[in-house]
């Protein structure tokens, strides 16, 4: 039987408020502590967390929309089998069954944020990586980027993890689940999806120890840093601000910050000096650098192919985010290439259960 549209509307409207109502509880759900460690010099951590933004508002504001972007949450999706439930109920199109494609969501840059640290904190690390002025060559800049992207990252993650346990036992999720037409006990895949969640989180909480400790230590700040630091002109613009595993196990902090005029943006790759890092990531004698490695390969796929390197990029950071009037554009990217991509970021998730 044909739905009438009016119909069909009104549930796509709800599905859509439904699906805005969730990402805002996903937004503010983490409790967790501030992720700044406690020195003499900042001061104790206010009672309550910030909304603190991972890529700096002023830094959006040239690849934004009327205020919007697109955004994709590839990590609300840890797997086939627990996926759905999150990018399901998170995608505007609730109604349709469209686990085949998975399209960027609509986002105010107002709202690109996540609960990381305290208000006391939100400044020393996340208000000066917001600055207009910011410094990409100085160590104490990349520190501060490096830093954030790590705890952003860490923040992302622990916000859906909250969420999971917020939402467990309510009536909509159990409707929601049969109205997909899928049996089994919806509870199970939410825990399993969650127990996916904090795998990933416990090894991106290592990684921000040791930058906490770099932050305590403050006169290694610049001196156990490197950084790997270059300009692109992409042909789509986009943003970024995450842990980036370019091979397992090897996180670096990714920061893509787009320039305030024209297309420009600067790619800033940078890891803490430890041993086993350095060995692995600065190569041999004349050898490239690994970093420098990744952001050439970065900047090359912006600025030759941006259809992979939007794949790549959604696939393997946490927080990325890209221009929507680039994206729309029939002459940077064709309907079929959309589509593509779509398929690519569902396929991804299909072959990690
Ligand atoms: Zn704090």
């Known amino acids: ?152 990252s860490l923040a992302l993650l622990e916000s859906l993890i909250d969420f999971t346990k917020g939402i467990s036992g309510e009536a909509w999720l159990n409707e929601f689940w049969v109205s997909k037409g899928l049996a089994g006990d919806v509870e199970r895949h939410l825990d399993n999806g969650r127990h996916i969640l904090e795998r990933r989180a416990r090894g991106i909480q290592k990684e921000l120890a040791r930058w906490q400790e770099l932050y305590l230590a403050k006169d290694q700040r610049e001196s156990r840093i490197i950084s790997s630091v270059g300009t692109m002109t992409p042909m789509i613009r986009v943003a970024c601000s995450s842990i980036y595993y370019p091979r397992p196990g090897k ?52 600025e030759e192919d941006p259809e992979t390197a939007i794949v790549q990029l959604a696939q393997n950071t946490l927080h990325f985010l890209v221009s929507k009037e680039d994206f729309d554009n029939p002459n940077i990217l064709t309907e079929t290439q959309r589509h593509t991509i779509a398929v690519s970021m569902a396929n991804t998730l299909h072959v990690e259960n």
């Not at 039987?1 to 969730?22: F, W």
């Not at 670096?252 to 430890?274: E, F």
């Not at 060995?279 to 690994?290: I, L």
């Open 1 to 152: 039987m044909r739905i009438p549209r009016n119909y069909r509307n009104a549930a796509l409207n709800a599905s859509k408020a439904k699906a805005r109502e969730l990402r805002e509880a996903i937004r503010t759900a983490r409790t967790g502590p501030c992720l700044i460690p406690l020195n003499e010099e900042d001061g104790p951590c206010s009672p309550e967390l910030n909304n603190c933004h991972l890529i700096g508002i002023n830094h959006l504001k040239p690849i934004a929309k009327n205020g919007h972007v697109y955004e994709w949450d590839m990590i609300q999706i840890p797997s086939v089998t627990n996926n759905w439930i999150f990018h399901g109920t998170l995608s505007e199109d609730l109604t349709q069954n469209s686990f085949g494609e998975i399209h960027p969501a609509d986002i105010n840059i107002q709202k690109c944020t996540r609960r990381a640290v305290c208000k006391t904190h939100d400044g020393p690390v996340f208000r000066v990586a917001d600055r207009l002025d910011l410094d990409t060559e100085a160590p104490e800049h990349q520190f501060k980027m490096g830093f954030r992207a790590i705890a952003g």
């Open 251 to 302: 996180g670096v902090a990714l920061n893509i910050i787009p320039a305030q005029t024209g297309r420009k943006a600067t790619i800033v790759v940078t890891t803490r000096k430890s041993k086993s890092i350095v060995e692995h990531f600065r190569g041999h004698g004349g050898q490239k650098s690994a970093l420098s490695g990744i952001r050439d390969q970065i900047k090359l796929l912006f």
